[in-house]
Every structure is written in C-alpha cells, then in structure tokens.
C-alpha cells in the first residue's frame, strides 16, 4: 500500500506569507495527525483528526493555523500569515481506527520562514 | 508542563553489544508508552508500545517500564550498524486523543563495526 504523503517536501516562504501543506494518508485510514518538530527541540504533537472531524486541537499553537480534512481523506494545514518561529518540519501520520497506535508517518514538510 | 526526558547522546556501542535508551516522564498519569526509530532525514516509525509494568520483548528489542520510577527503556540485544539512529521516547497524555504524544529529544545512538 502506498504511504503517508506529504507535499511540498520543501518550502521557503517570507514573514507575513501565506503556506498550505498538504497530508494524504494511507487509503481507508480514518486518522490522521499532524506534528511538528521546531529546530532544536523535540516533536510536538498539533491535531488529530478522525475522518473529518478534529478530535484533539489542542496543540495547535494560536489561531494562524488552520488545518482542514474535508471528505475524511486529505488534510491541509495552513498558516497564514506564517512567522519566523514556525519554521521547522512538519509531519502528517495516519493510522486505521480507534486503538491503533501503529501510526505511520509521512516524510514531512520542512518549512522555512525568512 | 508535562516533559519527556531523554539523554541527547551520542550513545556509541560496538556491534553485538547491548544498547540500553532510557527514557523519564513527569506526568504520574501517563499510562502509555512508545519508542519510535528516526534515521538521519526520514520520518519516524513505530518500534514498540507498552501499558504495562515489566518487560516487553520483540525480537532484538525489549522495553521496560516502572511506573513507579517514571522510567521506561529501551534495550536492543546484539546490535548492528543499522540501528545507528535516533530512538524517541513519546508518552500518551492523559485523557487526550490517541495521537496526542510528548516526545523526547531523541537519544542518538551509533553502532560501530
């Protein structure tokens, strides 16, 4: 089965911007994560969505992010205006059902904000 | 302010050898517990979870928890070149959803032929 993917891969943006990314999860996942990891520090945990309903929001750091998964499939996470603080690699996992801790990560985005 | 400490490292261990990554958590509540396996540029995966108190073995790997303590561990029996990586400690927060992790640093480890 195909993985967790994540797009761009890369992306440099200046202060004020606007950056969406994106997170396909595997197929006939109905959870799906976001995290992220600043540099120097450890992975921190953002959303959990459950098909497309956001179960937990609460690591999400202030309201210049907003991350959707309409239809339960893909998900986008968007920050806008972006900050030079939210550089940093941004992963996506997934994971099938209620219970099952074997998430799968995606590769991540690394973002950087100049 | 719920934290998850791992030793940096490096952790260096000659190839057969037993490697030991340990892990302590604050929060007394946490019932839930991985270790996740991050190489150099790729995303983490998923080496283990344990609930409970006492040993849990998979193939080369086992962990430890002692709630007790606040410690859990990692041990990897006759280790190989390959497991050089980063190994993460995460813990479940309490009554947050099942993605809802506090990750550790990372704990580098380096395993020389």
């Known amino acids: 089965e195909a993985g967790v993917t994540q797009f761009p891969s890369h992306s440099v943006i200046e202060k004020g911007q606007t950056v969406t990314l994106r997170c396909d999860p595997i197929?006939?996942?109905?959870?799906l994560y976001w995290y992220r990891r600043v540099m120097g520090k450890e992975i921190k945990f953002l959303l959990h969505?459950?098909?497309?309903?956001?179960?937990?929001e609460s690591g999400m750091p202030n309201n210049r992010f907003l991350a959707e998964r309409t239809g339960g499939t893909y998900s986008t996470l968007k920050v806008q205006p972006a900050e030079l603080e939210d550089s940093g690699v941004y992963f996506c996992?997934?994971?099938?059902?209620?219970?099952?801790?074997?998430?799968?990560f995606g590769s991540g985005t690394r973002l950087t904000v100049v | 302010q719920k934290e998850v400490e791992q030793n940096s490292g490096p952790l260096s261990v000659p190839e057969g050898a037993i490697a030991s990554l340990n892990c302590t958590y604050s929060?007394?509540?946490?019932?839930?517990f991985f270790w996740y396996r991050q190489y150099s540029g790729k995303s983490p995966e998923l080496i283990m979870f344990?609930?409970?108190?006492g040993d849990k073995e998979d193939g080369r790997f086992t962990a430890q928890l002692n709630k007790a303590s606040q410690y859990v561990s990692l041990l990897i029996r006759d280790s190989q070149p390959s497991d050089s990586a980063t190994y993460l400690c995460?813990?479940?927060?309490?009554?947050?959803?099942?993605?809802?992790?506090?990750f550790g640093k990372g704990t580098k480890l380096s395993v020389k032929p």
């Open positions: 929060d007394r509540g946490s019932q839930s």
């Open positions: 197929s006939g996942h109905d959870n």
């Open positions: 344990i609930y409970s108190n």
């Open positions: 995460a813990v479940k927060v309490p009554g947050g959803s099942q993605g809802n992790l506090i």
């Open positions: 969505f459950v098909k497309e309903s956001k179960q937990d």
């Open positions: 996992a997934s994971s099938r059902g209620q219970g099952d801790y074997g998430y799968t």
